[in-house]
């Protein structure tokens, strides 16, 4: 290894261990939600590659990594709980104008909460960004790679400016950035019926199938407006009979365990085929679902 990749690798764990120590110190302050003794142990994201083309947006992402703890102190001292249908509105009109594609509402479960992390508020905002369809195509490529990194930077700002929004508006909020974050993602999107999750364990919704990212605010909105339904429920049935993204893995890194399927972090090589080659990606939900019933 050079001296360069020598240098990028020591400062990539100083920024990785600054972003968990300030996501650590949220279970000191009053009133958080802590995780449960079911909740799983977070790893450490992966380093992405750095390259010259990159580095600016890399730099954005840990930047914006901090901020979603920095930015706690202008959470408002008494931050309203209640909300009506216009705020609502307001609300998914403006995440739409600054590219977020999706936006769902849950009650977040304390198993979902990383162990040892805590967030602020127990109510939560989904947001998901699509990911550019040519790109995921592409994989494994350094077009693949550079579009990861591009998304996960814009919805990263993306999520803190809505967490702003919100604390215009006089209510709490808390936001988890999508390369790293406090809770398991494509679960709690799961329970807020925006999908379902596939073997790969990436969630596969019906606009885009697994191709997305996804960020949450947690927030004092008590009486967010939940989907109490799934219809994506027969996803998993679907997904038992294909299992294209097992076979195609090429470091073999999605087991199957106590008929449960595991993604083995160390083999996982971060390719991408598992979200190229997914049925989901290359024939439409609608398609899919009808040939299903």
Same mark, same amino acid.
């Given at each position: 290894?050079?001296?360069?990749?020598?240098?990028?690798?020591?400062?990539?764990?100083?920024?990785?261990?600054?972003?968990?120590?300030?996501?650590?110190?949220?279970? $000191?302050? $009053?009133?958080?939600?802590?995780?449960?003794?079911?909740?799983?142990?977070?790893?450490?994201?992966?380093?992405?590659? *750095?390259?010259?083309?990159?580095?600016?947006?890399?730099?954005?992402?840990?930047?914006?990594?901090?901020? @979603?703890?920095?930015?706690?102190?202008?959470?408002?001292? /008494?931050?309203?709980?209640?909300?009506?249908?216009?705020?609502?509105?307001?609300?998914? /009109?403006?995440? #739409?104008?600054?590219? *977020?594609?999706?936006?769902?509402?849950?009650?977040?479960?304390?198993?979902? +909460?990383?162990?040892? #992390?805590?967030?602020?508020?127990?109510?939560? *905002? *989904?947001? +998901?960004? $699509?990911?550019?369809? #040519?790109?995921?195509?592409?994989?494994?490529?350094?077009? @693949?790679?550079?579009?990861?990194?591009? @998304?996960?930077?814009?919805?990263?700002?993306?999520?803190?400016? +809505?967490?702003?929004?919100?604390?215009?508006? =006089?209510?709490?909020?808390?936001?988890?950035?999508?390369?790293?974050?406090?809770?398991?993602?494509?679960?709690?999107?799961?329970?807020?019926?925006?999908?379902?999750?596939? =073997?790969?364990?990436?969630?596969?919704?019906?606009?885009?199938?697994? =191709?997305?990212?996804?960020?949450?605010?947690?927030?004092?909105?008590?009486?967010?407006?939940?989907?109490?339904?799934?219809?994506?429920?027969?996803?998993?049935?679907?997904?038992?009979? %294909?299992?294209? %993204?097992?076979?195609?893995?090429?470091?073999?890194?999605?087991? $199957?365990?106590?008929?449960?399927?595991?993604?083995?972090?160390?083999?996982?090589?971060?390719?991408?085929?598992?979200?190229?080659? %997914?049925?989901?990606? !290359?024939? =439409?939900?609608? !398609?899919?679902? !009808?040939?299903?019933?």
């Amino acid at each position: 290894m050079g001296i360069i990749e020598q240098i990028k690798n020591k400062y990539a764990d100083y920024r990785l261990n600054k972003i968990n120590k300030l996501e650590n110190s949220v279970k $000191e302050k $009053e009133g958080c939600v802590m995780a449960s003794a079911l909740s799983p142990e977070k790893l450490m994201p992966d380093k992405l590659k *750095i390259t010259l083309k990159t580095l600016p947006k890399q730099l954005s992402i840990a930047k914006n990594m901090e901020f @979603t703890v920095k930015s706690l102190k202008a959470n408002p001292k /008494n931050p309203g709980i209640e909300a009506d249908n216009e705020f609502f509105d307001e609300l998914e /009109n403006y995440a #739409k104008s600054v590219s *977020i594609d999706k936006v769902g509402y849950v009650k977040v479960p304390q198993e979902l +909460i990383f162990k040892d #992390k805590a967030i602020s508020y127990e109510n939560a *905002i *989904i947001l +998901i960004m $699509e990911m550019d369809k #040519k790109a995921v195509d592409a994989a494994p490529s350094d077009e @693949t790679q550079e579009m990861g990194v591009i @998304t996960y930077d814009e919805l990263g700002k993306k999520t803190n400016e +809505i967490a702003n929004f919100l604390r215009e508006k =006089r209510f709490g909020s808390h936001a988890s950035h999508p390369a790293g974050g406090f809770v398991m993602y494509p679960h709690l999107a799961q329970y807020a019926g925006l999908g379902y999750r596939g =073997r790969h364990g990436m969630l596969i919704t019906p606009e885009f199938g697994p =191709r997305q990212r996804i960020s949450v605010i947690f927030t004092s909105i008590q009486n967010l407006p939940v989907n109490d339904l799934n219809e994506h429920l027969w996803i998993p049935d679907f997904c038992a009979k %294909c299992g294209k %993204c097992i076979r195609k893995c090429p470091g073999n890194a999605i087991v $199957e365990k106590d008929s449960r399927t595991k993604i083995i972090k160390d083999l996982c090589h971060g390719c991408t085929i598992c979200m190229r080659d %997914c049925s989901f990606n !290359n024939v =439409r939900y609608e !398609n899919i679902r !009808n040939k299903y019933h």
